[in-house]
């Protein structure tokens, strides 16, 4: 089955500098890779995704890429707010499975 | 994306006794999930709810501990039965629209303290 793991398992970074979040996914199979994140006490929220038929995507100071090849694909926060501080998770799935968790990255932005 | 709702928003409850949980969506949803998240740590599927039949349960976890009923497309009860403090966590309900979409989203969780 499908396993993600995630790396670091905590990051801070100075405000106003970027951060980035790394996943590998194991299962070929997998073409989605959703990322949530989660404020403390609250749901996870989906902030972005990506397909396996496109490389990357932005959205204002976030961006998700992915190298099938490898299996690898990042989360990337530029221009880091203290609004960003939160536990990220990485996923990944298809269509008709269930998606699988990584362990989370605890993001801190210091001010 | 769906708007979620889940009863109760905590609870604190004894243990030996069981505690049930809704979990309403405000339109029509093929998939709903249950997952539970231990404090600190990433979320882990439970089981699938199945419409008009039995959930799909994961390793690890069984009927007996934690039925599911399904009745409709937009409501499911998850019960944790015999509680020990071993199942304080939150539990998460989430949906998708059918299984060809691959948006899923939660609702805003049930924490739930066994004493």
């Known amino acids: 089955g499908e396993n993600v793991e995630q790396h670091p398992s905590t990051l801070s970074v100075q405000e106003g500098d970027s951060a980035v979040i790394k996943c590998t996914y194991s299962?070929?199979?997998?073409?989605?890779f959703p990322w949530y994140k989660q404020e403390l006490g609250k749901r996870p929220q989906l902030i972005i995704d990506i397909r396996s038929n496109v490389g990357e995507k932005k959205d204002q100071r976030i961006a998700v890429t992915l190298n099938k090849t490898a299996k690898h694909f990042s989360l990337h926060i530029t221009e880091t707010q203290p609004e960003d501080s939160a536990v990220y998770f990485c996923a990944a799935t298809s269509s008709a499975s269930k998606i699988i968790f990584g362990s989370g990255t605890r993001l801190s932005i210091r001010p | 994306s769906a708007v979620i709702s889940q009863k109760p928003s905590r609870d604190i409850c004894q243990r030996g006794t069981s505690l049930t949980i809704q979990c309403q969506v405000d339109s029509q949803v093929t998939m709903m999930f249950w997952y539970r998240q231990q404090p600190g740590q990433s979320l882990t599927l439970i089981a699938t709810?199945?419409?008009?039949?039995?959930?799909?349960?994961e390793s690890g976890f069984v009927i007996d501990k934690f039925p599911i009923s399904r009745p409709n497309l937009t409501f499911s009860t998850l019960t944790v039965s015999n509680m020990s403090p071993e199942d304080s966590s939150i539990y998460l309900c989430?949906?998708?629209?059918?299984?060809?979409?691959?948006?899923?989203?939660f609702g805003p969780g049930t924490r739930l303290t066994v004493t």
């Open positions: 989430s949906v998708k629209r059918s299984s060809h979409h691959y948006e899923q989203y």
């Open positions: 299962d070929s199979a997998s073409n989605y």
């Open positions: 709810a199945n419409q008009g039949s039995e959930a799909t349960y």
